[in-house]
């Protein structure tokens, strides 16, 4: 039987929960249907809902009733459930009101100094809200506490449990190969040919395209959407998951991968268990492991050779201008790989390499070795030492991300740990399924979404992400995986040795 | 300068509004977009954000606020708002929280009632909760307080200030007139046809003259949108307005006139004062005068014969079945009157026949003059003395309105008392703007809306209903404007002398 005080902890959590799936609402309508005129009221209904949520995490009643728990022998999901609000409720009440105001007032303002500096393509616009957001940021590694470095404190958020050193390890070793892989291919002087997937291709067409897409890889449209946004984001919860894309007439794409990245998502968000909903064991564990879901879908099922060997017949019967699109062709086609300036617009290889340059520019900003004012010239050098190319401006150098202004710094290395997750999995899928590609390409896609369930999606929050991934593949989280897993596949579609 | 308490309140209730938005956009997607699986979890965010909003409009803070400033010296205005948001703190704190509960409980489980009840016609299914439900009203009419009859507390609630008396005394003198006009129609023979607006067309096209309708009327689409959803319904407020149209493609009516409806009432909404945004002098003043505004475009201008003259020749743009359609058989199209068993199908003159109906039993049911028990034969028997008419069963019958099963008594009048005043401010506005039908006939509708901004939408709050129709129109409310309207119209379009 259980506890009384379980039972109501979990009362108050799941009110915490539908609040946060209302807010969740409120993004997701402010993206697509949300008429211009009612900007101003949003954000004011956000800041309302924001520190109603706020008030209810800190509520003082599940302080004392995980205090109380926290030493309670309980089974291990009631044991994680209480651990995880614990950890929730901490993190909260870390951080005094007046600080937290504090940041949304210059994350508002940050966010608006950003887009202004990166449309004239002047850094010094920046300089100065970066620099207090990162004097916020430092302070708020203080009050949430660490043991070894300030960014742990930041990561924590993101990537629960998981330390800097731990990311450093995991990064150094990939750095140079991947330095190695993108330099190999580049000097190899091979170019795949793009024109199968630059064609032209109707809206309509596309959007009829992409929800069979969704469809096809088991989104539950009972329990979710497709829609449209300008940036492609999933948002929602279990029984109402939203996940929208955006098309490119020029360029296929940009609609197919996003559609499936964010199903990919979804799935990992409908696939919670039931009987934990409204608890954090039916909660992500981690960005890196939501992202490793996502590019699971996107990358390891959708830029192979099986599973277009299934779709290109129905893309075909889509879109009457890729009549006689060949598989080889489309499939080098989505798969280029180019060192780039733009992260979002980067491949398997060099996409790593992009973050990393990231995480190693914010994690010396945050230890003071490196200035805000010394970010351009940091960012070009290492564009030149990692990629081989040098930003000609700002705007397409370390101006093209949101994230800093939105004071989310911490976050960007959950993509790198999402890409080296994802196929960290599939590896260990294939013990289990050794007819993956054969089950790909005949679009039973079922028993590879019943693994994920199975050991990823209905653990929510049990493990924490660096356990989960060791009891789902037998191994800590390792690049090997990954670095195997573009080795494998680049020298096959580049026909060299990597 | 603001009194600092006023600050302070204006402060709390704009939190108070924020939510409300909140939870009227949770609603909207709910009807709109909201996948079929998120049902249970919607139903779970909006209790908890009613529990919310019922919690900050009781907060003790804002009761200390209006106690105080009830009685200091305020300008018009602020006077209003404080007396504004005192009632509404009065009518929340009145209920106890244990009964707020079991209202929403035996209404959700009335609701449900009432479904099986219809769908298998039998009045017995739904009677024991209708008569929990009516217990509940009676205990909620105490709780309430009023002075003349328990009534009185329940329309207050959606007409403020209104007593049950003056209802009575304008519908009395109505309910002989209408009964006459009806019969007098019907025993004319006359039959329009009705071939001119049941000829087929397409939803996509219907769609596209809907958004063109809706525009031509100035409903904003900055700060609105028009959707689809199974009943129609206009939700939101000021910067951020949705309406709702649903397509018949047998039959133009059901989209045409329920767009025209509800764009009536969102340009009441957007019409609202922006420097009174977030208090009660930008609310509706009531249901009545909401109505009122949903009334005069639906029906004094959508259902006219200048309004057609000028947009007919659209309407057979968008719709080539339509084409050898005259303006004269049109409008007899869109004005037949007939006695019908369904309100929301009815006519002009028998629509509030139905309402008067609801209303006296409604009426006699809270003062024990009519029981549960006897509301079907109650039902019939007045069906048979107004319309002339007898329900072959309940279903068309006395469970053919959701409303009772919600709680919803003291509601119904309030759809009369708004045709009663879409006439007076018709002929009110006729003085000032004497060449109203030839602006109508021409497309020129912002005069006319621009009066209805200057007198009712723009005041909000400010007055009680009354004051407002008294102010806006010369007099107090009287149903002698309606009649007047319907005589002369019918007369015109049947040929007779009503």
New interface residues.
């Given amino acids: 039987m259980d506890d009384a005080r379980l039972v109501r902890l979990k009362e108050l959590y ?2 915490v929960s ?2 946060d ?2 807010i969740s ?2 993004s997701w ?1 402010q993206e697509t ?6 900007v ?3 954000a ?2 956000m800041s ?2 924001s520190a ?1 949520y706020h008030r209810r995490i800190t509520d003082p009643e599940i302080g004392k009733l995980v205090g109380e728990l926290g030493n309670a022998a309980l089974p291990e999901g009631e044991s994680a459930i209480v651990r995880e609000i614990a950890r929730a409720y901490k993190r909260k009440t870390a951080l005094p009101e007046s600080f937290v105001k504090e940041m949304a007032t210059e994350t508002s303002l940050g966010q608006h100094a950003w887009q202004g500096a990166r449309a004239k393509d002047d850094f010094s616009i920046f300089k100065p809200h970066l620099e207090r957001i990162l004097e916020l940021k430092k302070r708020e590694a203080e009050y949430v506490g660490y043991s070894d470095r300030p960014y742990d404190a930041l990561l924590d958020d993101f990537e629960p449990y998981m330390r800097s050193r731990d990311v450093d390890a995991l990064f150094s070793s990939l750095r140079g190969k991947l330095v190695d892989i993108a330099r190999r291919i580049s000097e190899s002087g091979i170019q795949p040919d793009e024109s199968p997937v630059t064609r032209g291709y109707k809206k309509e067409l596309q959007e009829r395209f992409c929800l069979h897409l969704a469809k096809t890889l088991n989104f ?6 497709l ?1 449209i946004s300008a940036h492609p984001f999933t948002s929602g919860t ?3 998951v939203r996940i929208t894309t955006r098309f490119d007439e020029k360029d296929l794409r940009n609609s197919v991968f996003s559609t499936i990245h964010e199903t990919g998502h979804a799935l990992y968000e409908q696939g919670y268990s039931e009987e934990n909903y ?1 608890t954090p064991l039916a909660e992500a564990v981690s960005l890196g492991v939501h992202e490793s879901q996502s590019r699971f879908w996107e990358n390891i099922v959708g830029r192979s050779k099986p599973f277009w060997k299934f779709m290109l017949p129905s893309l075909k019967k889509h879109f009457p201008t890729m009549k006689g699109v060949k598989l080889d062709q489309f499939h080098s086609a989505i798969n280029i790989v180019k060192p780039s300036l733009i992260r979002t617009e980067s491949d398997e290889v060099t996409y790593n390499l992009h973050i990393l340059i990231r995480f190693e520019i914010e994690t010396a900003m945050l230890e003071g070795k490196v200035s805000v004012d010394e970010i351009p010239s940091v960012w070009n050098e290492k564009y030149e030492k990692y990629l081989g190319i040098t930003p000609p401006n700002n705007t397409k150098g370390c101006l093209q991300d949101i994230h800093w202004s939105m004071g989310l710094m911490g976050y960007f290395p959950t993509y790198t740990l999402g890409n080296l997750y994802s196929a960290q999995i599939h590896a260990a899928m294939l013990k289990d399924i050794p007819e993956f590609d054969s089950l790909v390409a005949s679009g039973q896609f079922m028993p590879i979404l019943n693994w994920l369930r199975e050991r990823i999606h209905r653990k929510g929050k049990l493990y924490p992400p660096r356990e989960l991934i060791q009891r789902a593949t037998g191994s800590a989280p390792d690049e090997e995986f990954y670095v195997n897993y573009l080795r494998k596949k680049f020298s096959e579609i580049y026909g060299i040795s990597l």
């Fill in positions: 799941s009110d539908y609040i799936q209302a609402l409120l309508d249907y949300m008429p211009s005129g009612a101003m009221d949003r004011g209904q309302t809902f109603i539950d449209f009972e329990r979710g959407r829609d279990r029984r109402d409204l």
